[in-house]
């Protein structure tokens, strides 16, 4: 059995070849625009319309003729994608121009476009950029998307087919409350996730370049090019610490998918509330992403995956489901219970509350104790691989 996956490589474009890329760039978005002028005027711009606005736009403009067509047959197709998606979904919006200014340069090819030759990437007219190559290829890939971000790196995304991995089977549960100071804690300690020392680490220099672009500032001038150096550094490291955050999470979130058969986690929305520290909204956006990564790969391996409520597993007793009197202060590490005397670290009691819940088929302390049926009885709520999703997608 085959999956369709993305293999992202960095690209190392000389000044010449980078030139060619931001010139083919252009072409495509000066077609996207034109799409986008067409369906402004009242004509609904199918994806036939489009082809011949390029044949015709071909004919007419020796520019644009410069340029490969299989890019600018994507760039079309892409906008009809993109215009096809906006009606379909409520509330979308139509695709708007892209500004030359705002826009970041994203170039599509079919295999009529590219080719990998000397592990360099070639492209229409001649052009060969060196690759990265990270880890090898699984397959030959199908497509490539050629593209910049916002710090000038260029990445090359193919599309290629590997062999679904195999998962080995996983036994018994796992449990996982969100925290600031540990990402995640695990009713089994082993499998905590702290949060990120890199970005500690990252920090001091961070907030060297912070100040540094702070003392370049000039307020109510055109900044100089020192204020520009220094908000790229700026810029640069907390990408990498980003990049850091995504691949321990990774990690971690394999080594928990791989060993348990039932992964049961608190249901974490991040509020970013204005009043919340620039740490506690740093904290929230990682749990955010660490969750994604945990549950994506949970389904994908097969998982059972219960979502529970968070009201009440911070003041629940993991051990007799007695419920505290009052919710712990923040600064309070330790849960004890008033009546059997269960006394635990308050996150990994909540970790445990987390598991029971889901053990016994519920998604909510509330319904453990409204239903007060033995674990057998219960009625299973949780919900299996693909029906999560499309549940969690109905609910937005
Ligand atoms: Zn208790």
Redesign the pocket.
Known sequence: MNEVVRYTYRLRPGGTAEEALLAEWGRCRWLWNEAVHQQKSGRKPTFARLGKLLTEARAKLPWLRDGSQVAQQQTLRDYAQSLDHSFKVKGRGRPSAKSRKTSLPSLQYTTRGFSIRDGRLALPRGLTIPVVWSRELPSPPTSVRVYRDSLGHWYASFVVRREIQVHPSGHGGIGIDWGVSTTATATDPTFDLPHSGHRRRCAAELARAQRKMARRHRKGRAQSRGYAQAKREAARLLKKAARQTVHSSRVWAKRVVDRHDLIAVEDFEPLFLAKSTMARKAADAAVGAVKRELVQRAVRAGRKVVMVRPAYTTMT??????RAKQRLELHERDFR??????RDDRDRNAARVILAVAERGHVSVEDVRQSDSPPSGAVSVAIRAGDLLAVRQQSR
């Open positions: 007793c993991s051990s007799c489901f007695a219970c008033e009546s059997c005397g269960f």
